[in-house]
């Protein structure tokens, strides 16, 4: 009775279509492997033996390399965002441009990344591997940049429309909880890009952090993306 309460319960029916989705599979992994990252800083700051340490370097490099194979040919769903975003003419121009550039940087990052497969796997090594890594990161960074002076934007615009709102009246109410909502959601993706930002100009030299510093904010931003993937299979 116990086991098929357990195996019948909502959660658990939750959690499969979670794992079922492909997003949802490489932020678990993008998670473990983030804190991998954190954890092996941490343990070699605290003077822990090599073997303490080896294990969470690996973890950190398989995940590393599993997510690169989950990620083949996603390239595609973002060059079509891409083109998706800029035939919205209905939308904002600032909105609008900052979607184009967020996903044709998001296309360019997975599409270079991809041709690093083979050496990172050890398969064929490539004396243009850490070039086009490289290039990867740079895309990547764009693509960030412009999310976040999306998120940015949207913020403003949602606290000018929230300003100009009635409280007084009853669809003012409505609306005004509407846009606090909107606004949440907007501040978690923002906090999410900002996180995510330290990882590409860690990697091309931009700034000096950490691995330990990469790793939370790695962490914090996979984790910003598990929970919503689990609120939508929900």
């Not at 983030?34 to 605290?46: I, S």
């Not at 041709?115 to 990161?137: C, F, H, M, N």
Request: hydrophobic share 45%; net charge positive.
């Amino acid at each position: 009775m116990v086991a098929d309460a357990l195996i019948y319960h909502p959660s658990v029916a939750h959690y499969l279509r979670f794992v079922a989705a492909t997003a949802g599979r490489d932020k678990l992994l993008r998670t473990l492997q983030y804190f991998a990252r954190f954890y092996a800083w941490y343990l070699l700051r605290t003077d822990a033996l090599p073997s303490s340490v080896a294990p969470f370097d690996a973890l950190k490099k398989q995940f590393g390399l599993a997510r690169k194979v989950m990620r083949l040919g996603k390239n595609v769903e973002h060059f079509k965002a891409a083109a998706t975003a800029a035939d919205a003419k209905n939308l904002d121009p600032v909105l609008r441009y900052c979607a184009v550039g967020r996903q044709l940087g998001y296309a360019m990052y997975l599409s270079l990344d991809m041709l690093t497969y083979v050496d990172a796997a050890g398969i064929r090594p490539s004396a243009s591997a850490k070039r086009l890594q490289r290039e990867a990161y740079k895309a990547w960074l764009v693509g960030l940049l412009f999310s976040t002076v999306s998120g940015a934007y949207k913020l403003f615009q949602l606290q000018q429309r929230q300003q100009s709102i009635n409280k007084q009246e009853g669809e003012g109410v409505v609306e005004s909880k509407r846009l606090e909502r909107e606004r949440s959601g907007a501040k978690v993706q923002l906090v999410s890009d900002l996180c995510d930002l330290t990882i590409p100009s860690s990697a091309l030299g931009y700034v000096s952090l950490d691995d330990g510093i990469v790793g939370l904010a790695g962490t914090v931003s996979s984790l910003i993306g598990v929970r919503s993937i689990w609120k939508v299979v929900s």
